[in-house]
């Protein structure tokens, strides 16, 4: 389903005419339909951590550098975020005190396990990666469209256009947004949006059970010492 196939079905919630093309179009009443699927779409891609629009980054170590440049198409970390480096069994402890990674690098401190922080628009890591070494980690990226090329992009330019995530969703959102903007009652399609948006939610986690022969764990569980010990 392209963009231009969400908004016709969308006008017809908002009793407006079909429109046969959008993005190409001069009229007003088409330019407000092309920003609301914008910002309907934004606003969906930023509601929650979608598996889809989940990437995996690759820092390599030179030995010497500690900055490193976001990915070209990142938007923002996972809530719970980590990184993972083949230089340790656990993962880089996460300094969110700016004043507190300030004092590190005033002080010079020789870290024995890895550490990062975010600013600048850098990932910054301490102790320098060692040559070979490589830190991942995942990240939202913040292409939620893409073109009939299958070329990802950050927004809707063009009316054969399509949304990475649910059509159905994108919909939902444009109509209780629309509503909202004109001043028109819109709790019911907002309720509306939610509910669809936690169904999809549910299966989007998958199962939350990870089974291998007879034993069990659950998602995000983490072994106390997950290495095997000979003595």
């Not at 030995?63 to 490193?68: I, W």
């Not at 330019?157 to 209780?176: H, P, Q, V, Y």
């Amino acid at each position: 389903m392209t963009v231009l196939t969400a908004i016709q079905n969308v006008s017809a919630s908002i009793a407006l005419d079909r429109p046969e093309a959008v993005f190409s179009s001069a009229e007003r009443e088409h330019f407000e339909l092309q920003v609301m699927a914008n910002t309907a779409g934004l606003y969906i891609a930023k509601d929650y951590e979608w598996q889809a629009l989940k990437v995996v980054a690759t820092l390599a170590g030179d030995g010497t550098k500690t900055a490193f440049d976001l990915p070209a198409d990142y938007d923002r970390m996972l809530k719970a975020a980590e990184l993972r480096s083949s230089r340790y069994i656990t993962s880089l402890a996460h300094i969110i005190d700016s004043d507190q990674w300030l004092d590190m690098e005033i002080r010079q401190f020789n870290q024995v396990a890895g550490m990062w922080t975010l600013h600048g628009g850098q990932v910054h890591i301490r102790p320098a990666p060692a040559t070979g070494e490589e830190v991942k980690f995942f990240h939202m990226s913040k292409l939620w469209a893409k073109d009939d090329q299958s070329t990802l992009k950050g927004g809707f330019t063009k009316d054969t256009d399509t949304f990475r995530l649910s059509e159905t969703l994108l919909e939902l959102c444009m109509i209780w947004k629309w509503r909202a903007q004109k001043g028109l009652p819109y709790a019911q399609d907002q309720d509306n949006y939610e509910d669809a948006k936690e169904k999809l939610i549910t299966a989007d986690k998958g199962s939350r059970i990870i089974a291998v022969g007879r034993a069990r764990r659950l998602l995000g569980d983490t072994p106390a010492y997950p290495v095997s010990i000979v003595p």
